[in-house]
Nanobody, 121 residues
Framework: QVRLVESGGGLVQAGGSLRLSCAASGRILRSYAVGWFRQAPGKERDFVATINWTGDTTYYADSVKGRFTISRDTAKNTVYLQMNSLRPEDTAVYYC??????????????WGQGTQVTVSS
C-alpha cells in the first residue's frame, strides 16, 4: 500500500498562490494515477485534478481550469498542485489519492490525510 502525505496548505489572500505537494513513501507512485480532491465544510468531496502515470495526460474540474496545474515528478515520487488566482470558494481540505485515473473518488484506493487551504477575501 502506497502512503501519501500532503503538504503546502495554508492561509492566503484572494488572488494569491499556493503549491501543494503529495509525497509517496516509495517509488510505487509511478505505477498509479494521482488525483487531487477537496472538501469544504458541509459539502461533498469534489474532484479537482488528476494526472496519469507518465505525467502526459491531465484532467481538471471546470472550476479550476486555467488556474490550477497538476504535475508529477517521478524521480521525487511527488505530485504537485500549483494553485494560482485563488478564490475564497477554493477554501477546503485538499487530499491527494492514488489509483485509477478517473474523476470519481471511489476509484482511488490510497489517500493522504489532507492539507487545509484557506483563502481570505
Amino acid at each position: 500500500q502506497v502512503r501519501l502525505v500532503e503538504s503546502g496548505g495554508g492561509l492566503v489572500q484572494a488572488g494569491g498562490s499556493l503549491r501543494l505537494s503529495c509525497a509517496a513513501s516509495g517509488r510505487i507512485l509511478r505505477s498509479y494515477a494521482v488525483g487531487w480532491f477537496r472538501q469544504a465544510p458541509g459539502k461533498e468531496r469534489d474532484f479537482v485534478a488528476t494526472i496519469n502515470w507518465t505525467g502526459d495526460t491531465t484532467y481538471y474540474a471546470d472550476s479550476v481550469k486555467g488556474r490550477f496545474t497538476i504535475s508529477r515528478d517521478t524521480a521525487k515520487n511527488t505530485v504537485y498542485l500549483q494553485m494560482n488566482s485563488l478564490r475564497p470558494e477554493d477554501t477546503a481540505v485538499y487530499y491527494c489519492a492514488a489509483g485509477a485515473m478517473t474523476r470519481n473518488s471511489e476509484s482511488y484506493g490510497a489517500w493522504g490525510q489532507g492539507t487545509q487551504v484557506t483563502v481570505s477575501s
